[in-house]
Structures are given as structure tokens and as C-alpha cells.
Nanobody, 116 residues
């Protein structure tokens, strides 16, 4: 399985971006309810942003009401719509998925920079 994240860039405070994560390879093995987005700011640990869970979705408190995770199963793609972005959202964003074989996959990350 390969995960390719895209859509990052520079945005002003209050602006919006949409990230995409396309899965390829043995996509049949991906557990759809494990797909999600994480981010890592400079000098900090990688933290959860938004994921699918059984029965719904889970968001970090800091992004609730501003970010929305969605997916298109036909395209093997997960999206992260980010609205009202703030400088503290600046980070490298990674998509993650787990397989039925117990393997965790990470995309290479896409850089998001929010200017004040």
C-alpha cells in the first residue's frame, strides 16, 4: 500500500485548504475505519488531526468545527477540508492507514503553512 498526500501550501489566517490522500497498491487490505490525518509541527510530536472510527469520525479538539474528514471509496481517497485556518495549524500533514494484516502505512506528508 502506498499513500500519497497532496494539497498543502501557504494560506493566510482564516483561509482554507483541502488535502487529499490517495491510496494505491493493495487497497483491498486497508481497513477504511483506520484512515486518517495526523500532523507534526516543527519540534513537536506527531498528533492526530482527524480519523475515521467505527461508526463515525474523531477530531482533535483544536480542529473541531473547522476541519472535516471525508472519503471517496471509489477513488480510494481520503480528504481533509480545513477552514478558518490559524497559524497554529502550520505543520506537515500525514495520512495514515492500517491494513488487515496489522501493518500501519504513512504517506510522505504535505506541508501546510498558515501565515498570520
Amino acid at each position: 500500500v502506498q499513500l500519497q498526500a497532496s494539497g498543502g501550501g501557504l494560506v493566510q489566517s482564516g483561509g482554507s485548504l483541502r488535502l487529499s490522500c490517495v491510496a494505491s497498491g493493495s487497497v483491498y487490505s486497508i481497513i477504511s475505519n483506520t484512515m486518517g490525518w495526523y500532523r507534526q509541527a516543527p519540534g513537536k510530536q506527531r498528533d492526530l488531526v482527524a480519523t475515521f472510527i467505527r461508526g463515525g469520525t474523531n477530531y482533535a479538539d483544536s480542529v473541531k468545527g473547522r476541519f472535516t474528514i471525508s472519503r471517496d471509496n471509489a477513488k480510494s481517497t481520503v480528504y481533509l477540508q480545513m477552514n478558518n485556518m490559524q497559524p497554529e495549524d502550520t505543520a506537515v500533514y500525514y495520512c495514515k492507514a492500517e491494513s488487515i494484516y496489522g501493518t500501519t502505512y504513512w504517506g510522505k506528508g504535505t506541508l501546510v503553512t498558515v501565515s498570520s
